[in-house]
């Protein structure tokens, strides 16, 4: 090694005509990745394999789509924490080393941790402030699980443990519910997309009345996908009623504060999700009981109280009533009739009066006493001579009838008008 540097730094930059052998290129690449020292990187484990003793492993950017290769040789795997595995968030002090012979880049780590969880509390803290101020979490917000919903949505990884756990703990207490369920990763790096991609599938399904998020718990890194925002606020716009049964007691996930339940564990969710058709059949038969019992015990008193009244002495002999107001009504009855006979009376003798009255003043009245009424041919009422010249035409009406008459010449009146004489009228 300290006989190649010189030449690496004193050889002559390569040409077509004078290139570089492969070896020297080599160990130029290894000077320089070996100046580069041993550097602190943070990001998530996405493979973890040990073999020999050694760990063969990548290492994620948490943001961008960035993977490196790192190898933690058996002597450092004894000074690192155990339980390292993949999902994990690290940081890992990592040496760049350049294999000349087989030409490949390894990170040999010299150490590695679990990101502090002070500031992973501390960032979670935050976004839990921000979120609380949005009213993601408020009481208000959260909608009402449905009595017994027909169709259960299930959010869970494949063939877990709380799946079957949600699974048998709903058809034992109810078993004619159905789910609906989508597989998704529960740890990991795929945790938040296809979680978030499984709820939104569930939530546009217009069977699907509830959806339960399932994980059988874990610790703490294991469940940082769960506090994602990413996650937080497609659980937050759901329309459909979600449960958070991540089965973690010690650190809340943020989607326990957003969903409309939190369940303690798969098992609990599936009883609160899911009445027990036994329990909730023994409550309909404890209620059919009370009613009965309250209906038997209304329809006794009410048979106390008709007999107590039918024991008072109005109903005992109605008929006191009447004889105890026989007499009063006797009286009102003939006043009544008294009062109706002199009205009747009264009446009566207007009556003959007014028609008394309408005789003197009609005209057949006054034709009676021996008037008679002169017309004209064309029926006008002759009321002086001159309406009547000689030898007009006339009609008479007396009380008896009509008479056709002839005018004659005027004769004087005792008053000293003129008035026709008898003789002068002649009956046709």
């Not at 002597?75 to 994990?88: H, Y």
């Not at 006794?300 to 024991?311: C, F, N, Q, S, Y």
Request: charged content about 25%.
């Amino acid at each position: 090694m300290s006989q190649t540097a010189p030449v690496v730094m004193q050889a002559a930059p390569p040409t077509a005509d004078a290139p570089w052998p492969v070896a020297l290129l080599s160990s130029k690449i290894k000077g320089w990745i070996d100046r580069l020292g041993t550097a602190w990187v943070e990001g998530e484990i996405t493979q973890w394999g040990v073999s020999g003793g050694n760990v063969y492993g990548k290492l994620k950017d948490l943001n961008e789509d960035a993977t490196i290769s790192f190898t933690i040789w058996s002597s450092v795997k004894a000074r690192i924490p155990a339980d390292l595995k993949q999902g994990d968030r690290v940081v890992a002090a990592i040496k760049p080393n350049f294999w000349v012979k087989g030409g490949t880049l390894t990170m040999q780590v010299y150490d590695m941790k679990h990101v502090g969880l002070g500031d992973l509390l501390e960032r979670l803290e935050r976004l839990r402030q921000q979120l609380s101020s949005e009213g993601l979490f408020a009481a208000e917000r959260k909608k009402r699980l449905p009595f017994l919903p027909h169709t259960i949505g299930l959010v869970t990884g494949k063939d877990s443990d709380a799946e079957k756990d949600v699974l048998r703990n709903a058809q034992l207490r109810w078993p004619q519910v159905r789910f609906r369920v989508v597989h998704a990763a529960v740890q990991g790096e795929r945790t938040v997309t296809e979680v978030v991609s499984a709820i939104r599938t569930l939530d546009a399904d217009p069977e699907v009345e509830v959806i339960i998020v399932a994980r059988g718990g874990g610790d703490f890194q294991n469940l940082l996908g769960f506090s994602d925002e990413r996650l937080v606020r497609a659980a937050a716009a759901a329309l459909t009623p979600i449960v958070s049964a991540i089965g973690h007691e010690a650190d809340r996930p943020l989607l326990d504060e957003v969903a409309d339940l939190r369940a303690s564990t798969p098992t609990d969710a599936a009883k609160r999700v899911v009445p027990d058709v036994a329990e909730e059949l023994a409550r309909v038969h404890q209620a059919r009981a009370r009613l009965g019992t309250r209906v038997t015990h209304l329809i006794a008193h009410e048979i106390d109280r008709i007999g107590h009244l039918r024991t008072r002495p109005v109903l005992a002999s109605p008929s006191w009533i009447v004889d105890a107001r026989a007499e009063e009504l006797t009286r009102y009855v003939a006043r009544g009739t008294e009062l109706v006979g002199r009205c009747v009376e009264r009446e009566t003798t207007r009556v003959a009066e007014l028609r008394g009255q309408l005789r003197a003043l009609s005209p057949q009245g006054t034709l009676d006493r021996g008037y008679a009424i002169v017309q004209t041919a064309a029926g006008h009422v002759v009321t002086d001579p001159a309406e009547a010249p000689e030898g007009a035409e006339l009609r008479l009406t007396v009380s008896g009838g009509s008479l056709a008459a002839t005018a004659g010449a005027a004769l004087p009146s005792p008053a000293g008008h003129p008035q026709a004489p008898a003789d002068a009228q002649r009956a046709k």
